[in-house]
């Protein structure tokens, strides 16, 4: 059974056994619950790999102890941050200090809408899609602003002002590199994307505009996630820990796991735009090999694809030094804002051409 | 509108604020205070504040005999506690005009050597952390704990090392020492590739070295820099060629100078100055002479009526020890001329109109050890 189907069968029974405003609420408790239950799943293995992945690029083990592999290390945390004291300092800006928190979050968890899990699998498939996840996405900044404020500690505040600046700039060229494959493929809707891509992914059949955008974007989702070498907004050495300096006990944990659930959403969409997201892997008219990849869940498809360009960023930061502010805005204003703009023309050209695939 | 408990306030009549990095910040490489004040993310003043881990340890030195003063020196500079020992032992046997044995000159200069590899390894690390990278440290790391067991297998320590003694070392080299090292250099020769691969090449932290941090060679003297901080200005201040010390004299090596004076040309000086120290090492460690590694020295030592320098090369710089004796078992005053002291006080000089981060990039590239500077 399909998990089209069994949503179908879930959605007839209540809008058969309840009234129909109250089964709609139904459905948004229902898809709710397991927005959260995929928020904490996610938080505790993206943690955990990342423990892993630096650890096996720094010599080291990394948590081994609680359970087998250590894999239980991240519920112990959670544990701990959970029963912590959710402290706020004297003096802060209560309303802001203690908003910021579940804003960041809110955001991490709206940004899920329109996103394919795998065949089928997705909340709401906006008709604007691509264009809903640039929009909701800068919200997250204003959360990160409120923090540094209301926080009121020069530390914080420097990290929140680095912070804005960072997203800001670099939204341009991650919204200009998502146009790239809205230009291909003519649709904003997500799963509209997802098919133009059956028969081989934007990133092989999209010539040198679609693999120019995807470096762009995997450099510009690196930023806007404020992950090394671009971030400024934590900096460690620098700031201490910056905009959530003075957080601890859960709302720090909020601010950790959203940026976490952050770089699972923008691998997500790197994965949906380029690498064609829960299609699996097609080449052309190859009958048989095609067949063969169809055999692979899309679901396997879809996270394997995420994971791997998780991997990816990770991999940037257990790697990279991190960047002055000067250089990066630089980076963006000078460098890839020019590139993408162009990239843009010459997208235009090759989808009013028909040259692409 | 302003209220008393804001603590985001500005100098009143600029946008600049004053902001506190430490005395507990993951930058500053132990207990320093500097009292900054920024415009924005511009560094317009750095007040650097010491005191924080003031042991008094000239002071200490003046209750403590001839033996046993040599001993404390190990917790100021503790990344080259040898070299800190090695000065405190010249000055006492220039003092009693003790003549030190061939094989323990070799010793002492071998050891030397490894100290300041293993304290420049670290140094990598943490100057690549100030930048943000984090896996350099534990690669360091790896080789740094190399030494460190060669260093726990000869002196019984690995990091306080206490080896020296006026007249010599401590105890003879162990069996398997020459045969560990010899391991390590190979060992390290093709890690210190690795180095320039992961760091050294690597666009974002050339260009978050290059240009900053600049001291001219005549600031770099007037300030009193010494060590790879002079070095990289093209001040020629090595103590190693300038005033030879036991066996430097006998061995082939170049004074790393770099005339940029910029972040990166200290970091350039440091890391050549690795490979230097490997071809120290490679070139004494098969000729170590036999013999005494220590000489026949009274159990109570009583210096002359005088006073008495040596200085030699750590690897942050010139360390100078000067001793004042009445002629006592102890001595009457001490004074450490430590490197970091002085490198320290440029710092104010090389950050001011820089960005917040170079600051802590720079103050990497200072090579700070904090209980050097707060004797």
């Excluded at chain 1, 941050?81 to 809110?106: H, Q, R, S, Y």
């Excluded at chain 1, 002002?161 to 341009?172: D, K, P």
């Excluded at chain 1, 052309?284 to 996270?303: A, C, K, L, T």
């Excluded at chain 2, 001793?323 to 009457?332: A, D, H, M, N, R």
């Amino acid at each position: 059974m399909s998990f089209e189907t069994l949503a179908n069968w879930v959605h007839n029974w209540l809008y058969e056994t309840l009234h129909p405003t109250v089964a709609l609420l139904v459905e948004f408790a229902i898809v709710g619950v397991l927005i959260i239950g995929l928020f904490a799943v996610l938080g505790l293995v993206l943690v955990m790999m990342e423990r892993k992945v630096s650890s096996w690029m720094q010599l080291r083990l990394g948590p081994n102890r609680i359970g087998p592999w250590g894999w239980f290390q991240t519920v112990a945390d959670t544990l701990k941050l959970i029963v912590k004291e959710g402290m706020t300092p004297n003096n802060v800006d209560k309303l802001l200090f203690n908003m910021a928190p579940m804003l960041v979050i809110v955001v991490s968890m709206v940004i899920m809408a329109p996103i394919m899990f795998a065949k089928g699998i997705q909340i709401w498939d906006i008709n604007i899609g691509v264009l809903f996840v640039a929009a909701v996405s800068s919200l997250s900044i204003i959360g990160v602003l409120m923090a540094g404020w209301a926080s009121n500690n020069k530390y914080s505040l420097l990290g929140a002002m680095r912070s804005g600046a960072q997203i800001v700039s670099y939204e341009l060229s991650a919204g200009l590199s998502i146009l790239v494959i809205v230009v291909l493929t003519g649709s904003l809707k997500m799963s509209d994307i997802v098919m133009a891509q059956a028969d081989g992914w934007w990133l092989f059949k999209g010539h040198v505009p679609a693999i120019i955008a995807f470096v762009i974007f995997i450099i510009a989702a690196t930023a806007e996630t404020n992950r090394a070498p671009f971030d400024l907004a934590e900096a460690e050495s620098e700031l201490t820990a910056g905009f959530h300096t003075e957080y601890s006990g859960m709302k720090f944990a909020l601010f950790f796991l959203a940026e976490y659930v952050n770089i699972f959403v923008v691998c997500a969409i790197g994965a949906t735009l380029f690498l064609g997201g829960w299609m699996p892997f097609h080449i052309g008219n190859w009958e048989g090999f095609n067949h063969v990849m169809d055999y692979i869940p899309s679901s396997v498809w879809f996270f394997g694809k995420t994971f791997l360009l998780i991997f990816v960023i990770m991999w940037f930061r257990w790697t990279f030094p991190r960047l002055r502010i000067d250089q990066l805005l630089s980076l963006e204003w000078k460098y890839l804002l020019p590139i993408s703009m162009f990239n843009i023309l010459l997208v235009t050209i090759i989808a009013l051409a028909g040259w692409h695939f | 509108m302003y209220r008393e408990t804001d603590i985001i306030q500005t100098i009143p009549g600029t946008d600049e604020m004053v902001i506190n990095v430490g005395p507990q910040h993951p930058s500053t490489h132990g207990v320093l205070h500097l009292v900054i004040t920024i415009d924005g993310e511009t560094v317009k003043k750095v007040e650097p504040h010491l005191g924080y881990i003031h042991r008094s340890i000239e002071k200490m030195c003046e209750s403590l005999s001839y033996r046993q003063f040599i001993y404390t020196t190990s917790r100021m500079d503790y990344l080259s506690a040898h070299i800190n020992n090695h000065a405190c032992a010249l000055a006492v046997e220039q003092a009693m005009g003790i003549e030190v044995p061939l094989r323990a000159q070799y010793i002492r200069v071998v050891m030397d050597e490894l100290t300041r590899i293993a304290s420049h390894c670290l140094w990598w690390g943490s100057v690549a952390m100030d930048c943000g990278a984090v896996t350099p440290f534990f690669l360091a790391f790896r080789e740094r704990e190399m030494i460190n067991t060669i260093m726990e297998e000869t002196c019984g320590a690995r990091l306080t090392m206490n080896y020296m003694v006026p007249g010599g070392v401590m105890f003879d080299l162990h069996p398997n020492f020459q045969r560990d090292a010899k391991a390590f250099l190979a060992h390290f020769r093709s890690k210190i590739d690795e180095y320039d691969e992961l760091v050294t090449g690597n666009i974002i932290f050339q260009n978050r070295l290059k240009g900053t941090g600049f001291i001219s060679k005549a600031d770099a003297i007037s300030y009193g820099c010494t060590g790879p901080t002079a070095r990289g200005s093209g001040v020629s201040c090595d103590v190693r060629k300038w005033y030879p010390y036991e066996v430097y004299q006998q061995v082939q090596f170049d004074e790393i100078l770099e005339t940029a004076g910029d972040s990166y040309a200290r970091y350039l000086v440091r890391l050549a100055e690795l490979r230097q120290s490997m071809s120290i090492i490679e070139q004494l460690i098969d000729n170590i002479p036999t013999g005494d590694f220590q000489a026949k020295t009274k159990a109570v030592l009583k210096p002359p009526k005088g006073e008495f320098y040596s200085r030699v090369e750590t690897a942050r710089g010139e360390l100078g020890v000067y001793i004042v004796s009445e002629g006592g078992t102890t001595p009457y005053r001490i004074k450490f001329r430590s490197p970091g002291f002085s490198n320290l006080s440029a710092l104010d000089h090389m950050v001011r109109g820089q960005k917040l981060g170079d600051l802590v990039a720079v103050m990497g590239t200072l090579d700070l050890v904090i209980p050097d500077i707060d004797r």
